[in-house]
Nanobody, 132 residues
Framework: QVQLVESGGGLMQTGGSLRLSCASS???????????MGWFRQAPGKEREFVAA????????YYADSVKGRFTISRDSAKKMLYLQMNSLKPEDTAVYYC??????????????????????WGQGTQVTVSS
């Protein structure tokens, strides 16, 4: 069983910062370093949208235009952890944030970085609320 558990969400004022964490466990724990990982978010009444992703090796990162320059994705292979540092937060960043495992070990397969359907395991989400 693959488990991903997010933490670090909360209430923040505009311009503030938060750091989200995603811990992996279960059968995925030992295979964590083989998979690309991503962060998505979903606001009330909206579709789940891509935020950021990082290759299994940590060598490349990808960001949605809306967060580029403000958010930073990173991973700690030794701790099997994924992070999302969010700076200069805006009210439009308010959403439930999810970490997810991208399909295909070692970036194999023709999977997109932005499509939620190309991620196969998800955490339960953590709420981020940014007040104006």
């Amino acid at each position: 069983q693959v488990q991903l558990v997010e933490s670090g969400g909360g209430l923040m004022q505009t311009g503030g910062s938060l750091r989200l964490s995603c811990a992996s466990s279960g059968v995925f724990f030992n295979a964590y370093t083989s998979y690309d990982m991503g962060w998505f978010r979903q606001a009330p009444g909206k579709e789940r949208e891509f935020v950021a992703a990082i290759k299994w090796s940590g060598s490349s990162t990808y960001y949605a235009d809306s967060v580029k320059g403000r958010f930073t994705i990173s991973r700690d292979s030794a701790k099997k952890m994924l992070y999302l540092q969010m700076n200069s937060l805006k009210p439009e960043d308010t959403a439930v944030y999810y970490c997810a495992r991208r399909k295909g070990p070692y970036s194999s397969g023709s999977y997109s970085w932005e499509n939620p359907s190309d991620y196969d395991y998800w955490g339960q989400g953590t709420q981020v609320t940014v007040s104006s």
